[in-house]
């Protein structure tokens, strides 16, 4: 069964750091591109970064560039997004998504359940 | 930044058909087609319609999407209650380099 399962979310600080987790089941990461997309509480999707299927390559939405950075480990078939300085603003559902087009980007065709940051004081 | 806009809000009864829109879609660099995506209540996403009119394996085909111009549409024939959902369209905007999503709209099948 191919599944993702995000983890390390948590309670934390305004301008602390956090890293998530999202383990891939059931398929190779390998020759995939992942997104990491969040979700406010009560609010829609928020596109927040996206990793090249080897790893060339890596965007970020406007809001967290030079704090966020998205790698991927394929030999453990794991993605990560290390969030730093953290701020209320960023508290919210994430969710990583694989990307599943081989024409074009941001086909999300498989995504994890969510892990849940919160940043407070 | 790119934005896409969706009513908030559509409404019909069971077994009827209801469209929603995606409009402002400016960028059509090469291949940025239109994807949509169905939330029910308390779960992830999950992709319904990629490439504008392409359903994954396992997606009924009351399902559809079109595209025309700067605009995108999803279709839904046979409302059923358990279509009650918040939907997203959403796509890769190249001259972005940053995907982007429409705000959702809240399909309510009354």
């Known amino acids: 069964q191919v599944q993702l399962v995000e983890s390390g979310g948590g309670v934390v600080q305004p301008g602390r750091s956090l890293r998530l987790s999202c383990a891939g089941s059931g398929f190779s990461i390998t020759n995939y591109g992942f997104h990491w997309v969040r979700q406010a509480p009560g609010k829609g999707l928020e596109w927040v970064a996206m990793?090249?299927?080897?790893?060339?390559?890596?965007y970020y939405v406007d809001s967290v560039k030079g704090r966020f950075t998205i790698s991927r480990d394929d030999s453990s078939n794991t993605l990560y997004l290390q969030m730093n300085s953290l701020r209320a603003e960023d508290t919210a559902l994430y969710y990583c998504?694989?990307?599943?087009?081989?024409?074009?980007?941001?086909?999300?065709?498989?995504w994890g359940q969510g892990t849940l940051v919160s940043v407070s004081s | 930044q790119s934005v896409l806009t969706q009513p908030p809000s559509v409404s019909a009864a069971p077994g009827e058909r209801v469209t929603i829109s995606c409009s402002g879609i400016t960028s059509k660099i090469g291949n940025d087609y239109v994807s949509w995506y169905q939330q029910l209540p308390g779960t992830a996403p999950k992709l319904l319609i990629y490439e504008n009119n392409k359903r994954p394996s396992g997606i009924p085909d009351r399902f559809s999407g079109s595209e025309s111009g700067t605009s995108a549409t999803l279709g839904i024939t046979g409302l059923q209650t358990g279509d009650e959902a918040d939907y997203y369209c959403?796509?890769?905007?190249?001259?972005?380099?940053?995907?982007?999503f429409g705000g959702g709209t809240k399909l309510t099948v009354l």
């Open positions: 990793i090249w299927y080897d790893g060339r390559k890596r």
């Open positions: 959403g796509k890769w905007d190249s001259s972005l380099g940053a995907a982007v």
């Open positions: 998504a694989r990307d599943g087009s081989s024409v074009s980007l941001a086909v999300f065709d498989v």
